[in-house]
């Protein structure tokens, strides 16, 4: 993987966090996640903007994350993912990262740290061949299609908090959303745990709030109301 060598932490990986839970199960999250589903074929050309931008005020025990994550069929399983942790490397800091696993669940990359402030645009971008991470236009990272080996591969953005009782506020905005050349509609549904909700503002916006309470409710629901009734957000399409 190709990374701004510079901001390569080594010893972030110890504990930096995983976003691979509450995907495949209502049982896996341990922790406070909101999880949206955006809809289409990945499988080729594609390309997902967001403007992020998260509220920094809050004092929180530990360290947020908000991302953009391509997953497929098989979970958990091979993924790609950049984001934006707030809280990190330091309490009053906030940073992008990169994170991929290859086929056989193993991390390809896990890279803290990089420069992207609590404003900041994220970008997953592909074609055939390759998958790339952008923040703020800049290259974070470069992955090979059949390292990754995403079976039916779409995108997720996830929001998570890892210590009961700290909260997260952010607001996104979509850039750009084509796959195979095609505009693709705004996500329905969302998967919530532990106090952390998503929720569209209009077809081009929506917020991710909440703080972790480890007995709220986890399921799926509507993005727009927040009301369950959704069986799996992971099979439903605009």
Known sequence: ??????????????????????????????????????????????????????????????????????????????????????????????????????????????????????????????????????LDGRLAGTWSRPDLSIESPYIQINAEVYKEGDAISAFIVTKKATAGGRALQAPICEFTTGGIEARSTSPTSMTFSGVYRSGARSTYAWLKSGAEGVKHCGLVTP
């Open 1 to 134: 993987m190709q990374i701004i060598a510079a901001y390569i932490i080594a010893s972030l990986v110890a504990f930096a966090p995983s976003s691979h839970t509450a995907r495949a199960s209502l049982t896996l999250a341990t922790h406070g996640e909101a999880t949206v589903y955006v809809a289409g074929n990945f499988s080729r050309d594609f390309d997902v903007s967001y403007a992020f931008a998260i509220d920094t005020r809050r004092k929180n025990r530990s360290f947020t994350t908000i991302g953009v994550m391509m997953i497929g069929a098989t979970d958990p399983g091979p993924s790609a993912e950049v984001g934006l942790a707030n809280g990190y490397p330091s309490a009053k800091s906030t940073s992008g990262f990169v994170s991929g696993s290859h086929a056989h669940g193993t991390k390809s990359s896990d890279v803290w740290g990089l420069p992207c402030g609590a404003t900041c645009t994220v970008e997953l971008r592909g074609n055939s061949d390759h998958v790339s991470a952008f």
